[in-house]
């Protein structure tokens, strides 16, 4: 079957530090990824989604995220990061039948 | 402003009650969907509809009802059969189904369901 995992439950970086976001994914064809984040308490909000084409792809909040086939992976990174992006993230595939896979979610907590 | 509304946002149930969690979007989407969420997990699907008057089991499916009478609203039911209840519901639309769910789903804040 086909997975999203996401191996860090939560991860801890201070204000100003870079960050990255681990997602690995079984599949058997070309994927479409995404990246969404959920703020405590909300919904969900698109940070990037990956296609085809440039396999570096940049999003919203100044987050990109690179497509690396040979690895089956799809990490989201930002270089400096901030207080508000304190949030939950979650890795998504898109299976051939348009059904969304998700991850279980990484917990980024932002240090002072 | 164009979204989904979701309400109430929180809920709280007694044992074998049903219940109506109600979702309506303004963006002219035709695809809806219901999921849950649980601590932990990423959301599972509940049930989705890709027009009026259609819709589809998810994932998970039992103890779940739902109804699309009309393009803007897709109410799902919980209901005494579901065990365990107790989560973070969202719903989402997409402009449509197949290759129109490319541009990505918008979701509403969501309802929190506790069985009390």
Same mark, same amino acid.
């Given at each position: ?112 | ?26 963006? !002219?989407?035709? =695809?809806? &969907?219901?999921?849950?969420?649980? @601590? %932990?997990? *990423?959301?599972?699907?509940? +049930? ?35 065990? !365990?209840?107790? =989560?973070? &519901?969202?719903?989402?639309?997409? @402009? %449509?189904? *197949?290759?129109?769910?490319? +541009? ?13």
């Amino acid at each position: 079957a086909q997975s999203v995992t996401q191996p860090d439950i939560h991860i801890t970086v201070s204000e100003g530090a870079s960050l990255e976001l681990r997602c690995n994914y079984s599949y058997g064809a070309t994927p479409y990824l995404f990246w969404y984040v959920q703020s405590p308490g909300q919904g969900l909000q698109l940070l990037l989604k990956y296609f085809s084409g440039d396999t570096l792809v940049q999003g919203i909040k100044g987050f990109e995220a690179e497509f690396k086939r040979s690895q089956s992976s799809f990490n989201l990174r930002k270089p400096s990061v901030h207080w508000s992006d304190a949030a939950e993230y979650f890795c998504v595939y898109m299976d051939s039948n348009y059904q969304l896979i998700w991850g279980a979610g990484t917990k980024l907590i932002i240090k002072p | 402003d164009g979204g989904i509304t979701q309400s109430p946002k929180y809920l709280f149930r007694k044992e074998g009650q049903n219940v109506t969690l109600s979702c309506e979007q303004n963006l !002219n989407h035709d =695809a809806m &969907y219901w999921y849950r969420q649980d @601590p %932990g997990q *990423g959301l599972r699907l509940i +049930y989705y509809s890709q027009i009026v008057n259609d819709f589809q089991k998810g994932d998970i499916a039992e103890g779940y009802s739902v109804s699309r009478e009309k393009k803007e609203s897709f109410p799902l039911t919980v209901t005494s059969a579901q065990k !365990n209840p107790t =989560a973070f &519901y969202l719903c989402a639309s997409s @402009p %449509g189904w *197949g290759a129109l769910t490319n +541009y990505g789903y918008t979701f509403g804040s969501g309802t929190r369901l506790t069985v009390v």
